[in-house]
C-alpha cells in the first residue's frame, strides 16, 4: 500500500497532513491529486518547519503544486489549528489524514481526537512511526538534546505512536480495517454506527 494507491483507489480528495516537515509527502500527495485532476490538501506543523532546507514552500513552488495545498505553519502545537479547523467546520470535512508529527503519546493521540471530530464516515487514517522512539534521537557522541534529558526513560524507551494506534485507533469502535503494514497502522472511520 502506498500513499498514492489509497488516495487513488479510495477517491479520497480532501487530505489532511500533521507533520510538514521539508514537504517530502506533502508535494508527494499534492501530485496525487494533481494527476487525478482535483482535491486539497492541507498539512500542518510548526513554524520550525519554515527553516528547513528546501522547506515546504520551495518544494510545492519548484513543482508547480501551490495551488494544491494549504499550508499552516504554527508557534507552538499543530493541535491548535486543529481546534480552529473544527471552529470553522460544522461538519466533518476530510477524507483522509497522514499523521506524522509530534510522535509523542500526548500530541499524536489528543490529535487523534481532534481529527475524529473533522474525519467524514468512510474516510482513512494512516499513523506513520508505529515503531519510532524518541531513544532513537541520543547520539552516542552528541550531547543529549535538553528536552530528553528530562523526559522520563520510560517515555524514551516507548513507541508512543505505536500506543496510541493500539489503546486509541484500534480499541476504537468507530474504526474498522485496522491493518499495520510495516511501520504504518491504516484504519477506516466506519460509515454508520450500526
Same mark, same amino acid.
Given at each position: 500500500l502506498s500513499l498514492g494507491a489509497l488516495i487513488k483507489r479510495e477517491g479520497l480528495s480532501s487530505l489532511l497532513e500533521l507533520g510538514t516537515f521539508h514537504g517530502k509527502s506533502t508535494a508527494y500527495m499534492a501530485a496525487v491529486l494533481e494527476a487525478m485532476g482535483r482535491g486539497t490538501l492541507v498539512t500542518i506543523d510548526r513554524i520550525d518547519a519554515e527553516a528547513k532546507n528546501p522547506n515546504v514552500y520551495q518544494m510545492l513552488r519548484s513543482l508547480e503544486l501551490s495551488h494544491r495545498v494549504q499550508v499552516y505553519l504554527e508557534p507552538r502545537s499543530l493541535t491548535w489549528r486543529l481546534m480552529r479547523l473544527i471552529e470553522e467546520h460544522e461538519s466533518p470535512c476530510f477524507d483522509f489524514c497522514y499523521f506524522d508529527a509530534g510522535h509523542s503519546w500526548d500530541v499524536t493521540g489528543f490529535a487523534f481526537f481532534l481529527v475524529d471530530r473533522l474525519l467524514k464516515p468512510g474516510g482513512w487514517v494512516i499513523?506513520?512511526?508505529?515503531?519510532?522512539?524518541?531513544? /532513537?534521537?541520543?547520539?552516542?557522541?552528541?550531547?543529549?538534546?535538553?528536552?530528553? *534529558? $528530562?523526559?522520563?526513560?520510560? &517515555? +524514551? /524507551?516507548?513507541?508512543?505512536?505505536?500506543?496510541?494506534?493500539?489503546?486509541?485507533? *484500534? $480499541?476504537?469502535?468507530?474504526? &474498522? +480495517?485496522?491493518?499495520?503494514?510495516?511501520?504504518?497502522?491504516?484504519?477506516?472511520k466506519r460509515i454508520s454506527s450500526a
Amino acid at each position: 500500500l502506498s500513499l498514492g494507491a489509497l488516495i487513488k483507489r479510495e477517491g479520497l480528495s480532501s487530505l489532511l497532513e500533521l507533520g510538514t516537515f521539508h514537504g517530502k509527502s506533502t508535494a508527494y500527495m499534492a501530485a496525487v491529486l494533481e494527476a487525478m485532476g482535483r482535491g486539497t490538501l492541507v498539512t500542518i506543523d510548526r513554524i520550525d518547519a519554515e527553516a528547513k532546507n528546501p522547506n515546504v514552500y520551495q518544494m510545492l513552488r519548484s513543482l508547480e503544486l501551490s495551488h494544491r495545498v494549504q499550508v499552516y505553519l504554527e508557534p507552538r502545537s499543530l493541535t491548535w489549528r486543529l481546534m480552529r479547523l473544527i471552529e470553522e467546520h460544522e461538519s466533518p470535512c476530510f477524507d483522509f489524514c497522514y499523521f506524522d508529527a509530534g510522535h509523542s503519546w500526548d500530541v499524536t493521540g489528543f490529535a487523534f481526537f481532534l481529527v475524529d471530530r473533522l474525519l467524514k464516515p468512510g474516510g482513512w487514517v494512516i499513523f506513520d512511526d508505529l515503531d519510532w522512539t524518541y531513544e /532513537r534521537m541520543i547520539k552516542p557522541d552528541e550531547p543529549v538534546p535538553d528536552f530528553l *534529558s $528530562r523526559m522520563p526513560e520510560e &517515555e +524514551r /524507551r516507548t513507541a508512543q505512536i505505536g500506543k496510541v494506534w493500539d489503546l486509541l485507533v *484500534s $480499541r476504537s469502535t468507530g474504526y &474498522e +480495517r485496522h491493518e499495520v503494514i510495516n511501520s504504518w497502522g491504516v484504519a477506516r472511520k466506519r460509515i454508520s454506527s450500526a
